[in-house]
């Protein structure tokens, strides 16, 4: 079993930029796929970005493009979300997930097969 942990949440003001961190249990993602997910109050869960596990392709939701960019150290057997120019439409709680196979955009928050617990973004206006 694998275990995600996610920090690094809190609340910043429009404008602003934050970084997320999840970090594994133990060394997998130099093979797996890497997602950020997120949820708002009231609403459903929401794609942000995937990584495959080569860090050679990335998929962003087009809400973010351009403003957020996710990475990985697997020497640390850690994932970022870094987020800069924040709006208040980006809050919401925001897990990261891990899933084994082929890279394929990985969209879809059903494929994933581990999950962090979440971590929450607060932007105020």
């Known amino acids: 079993q694998v275990q995600l942990v996610e920090s690094g949440g809190g609340l910043v003001q429009a404008g602003g930029s934050l970084r997320l961190s999840c970090a594994a249990s133990r060394g997998i993602f130099n093979s797996y796929t890497t997602g950020w997910f997120r949820q708002a109050p009231g609403k459903e869960r929401e794609f942000v970005a995937s990584l495959s596990r080569n860090s050679l392709y990335s998929t962003y939701a087009a809400s973010v493009k351009g403003r957020f960019t996710t990475a990985r150290d697997n020497a640390k057997n850690t994932v970022y979300l870094q987020m800069t120019s924040l709006k208040p439409e980006d809050t919401a709680v925001y897990s990261c997930?891990?899933?084994?196979?082929?890279?394929?955009?990985?969209?879809?928050?059903?494929?994933?097969?581990?999950w962090g617990q979440g971590t929450q973004v607060t932007v105020s206006s």
């Open positions: 997930a891990a899933k084994a196979g082929t890279y394929s955009s990985d969209t879809d928050y059903s494929s994933y097969d581990y």
